[in-house]
């Protein structure tokens, strides 16, 4: 099952037989509102903290996933999920409202793609039959462990991006309807030594065309072989940088299929608010398992590569000056039909 250096091909091939996303007010007003299962109005969504807001999210995408599944609560045999805040707590208190077998990740916000791998390794191995993968990021919660409260209005340089109010859940299972999931290529640390936080795009694109060369290296395929390859959220700079990067590895993505999450989810008119595009876990999960996935039945794709990106910062390593360490594990998702 191990292709070369870091991929697993699922000979099994493990089925998303269900998906589901939940977005903020902001990303109502963005170009892929109509993509979201359910947009909230405010970033309250009634709770009485932006944290327990967060888990709010991660409970509603995995309710509707299940549903949409046409499954029960109990029928969930796994739940694989992580997000941004200290201890991953919105995916733990989220876990324990599902009260399925829980193993907690952190990746960053690479953490969508690194659970829908995980989850299609077990599905695969049949050490499961249906497995819950997801993530949720909170803009009002996040910005405030990693970069200032927004009530501060602290000033951005426009290499920073814009932490989406989002999750995104997708439901793997052995049989059934739906986009299969092919392959995973799992990423190592890289760390080009920036140490700042609102540059995360310029941080994230190595780890991004570290693991993209290594997808295509240990397959022996052409990235014409997808229909799209899209990167989580490396926004405007890091998109750029990727590009770059990939053509100085002779690796040259035709740009009409190479895109990023963060460029996707805001409008142009939203370019003040988000500078460099969006981030968060919840962004490329969100763009992936609705935009992406729904152009897909849509008969638009065939084949997908999605490269989610993590910097694997926290604020003590940020007070001790440590740099960033990066990483991005991409996984393929091809059509049934």
Not at 203 to 231: C, K
Request: with cysteine; aromatic share 6%.
């Amino acid at each position: 099952m191990l292709h070369g250096h870091q991929t697993w091909i699922f000979n099994n091939q493990p089925i998303i037989i269900s998906t589901a996303t939940v977005g903020g007010p902001f990303e109502a007003q963005g170009p892929l509102a109509d993509d979201f299962d359910l947009l909230h109005g405010d970033l309250w969504l009634g709770q009485d903290s932006y944290e327990k807001a967060q888990k709010k999210m991660l409970e509603e995408a995995c309710a509707k996933a299940i549903q949409k599944g046409g499954l029960q609560k109990q029928d969930i045999q796994f739940f694989l999920a992580g997000d941004l805040l200290n201890q991953i707590i919105s995916s733990s208190f989220a876990a324990r409202t599902m009260a399925a077998p829980f193993l907690g990740l952190y990746g960053a916000c690479s953490s969508s793609m690194e659970s829908l791998a995980l989850g299609a390794l077990i599905v695969n191995s049949r050490a499961g039959d249906y497995v819950l993968c997801g993530t949720v990021s909170h803009n009002a919660a996040v910005e405030k462990q990693f970069r200032y409260p927004t009530e501060y209005g602290a000033q951005k340089p426009p290499t920073a991006q814009w932490t989406a109010t989002a999750a995104g859940v997708a439901l793997l299972a052995a049989a059934g309807e739906g986009p299969k999931v092919t392959c995973a290529t799992i990423g190592r640390i890289v760390d080009m030594g920036i140490t700042d936080p609102y540059n995360m795009g310029g941080a994230m694109a190595p780890a991004a065309v570290d693991t993209i060369t290594a997808h295509f290296r240990d397959l022996r395929i052409d990235p014409r072989e997808y229909d799209l390859i899209a990167t989580g959220d490396l926004g405007r700079v890091g998109h750029e940088i990727a590009g770059d990067l990939l053509k100085k590895h002779g690796l040259g993505i035709p740009a009409d299929i190479f895109t990023d999450c963060g460029l996707l989810i805001y409008g142009p008119d939203q370019q003040s608010e988000v500078l460099a595009g969006g981030s968060g876990c919840g962004c490329s999960a969100a763009v992936a398992y609705g935009h992406i996935l729904n152009r897909m039945k849509k008969g638009e794709l065939r084949k997908i590569l999605i490269v989610a990106t993590g910097a694997l910062l926290s604020p003590l390593s940020y007070q001790q000056k440590e740099s960033i360490p990066c990483i991005a594990h991409a996984v393929s998702i091809a059509s049934n039909h």
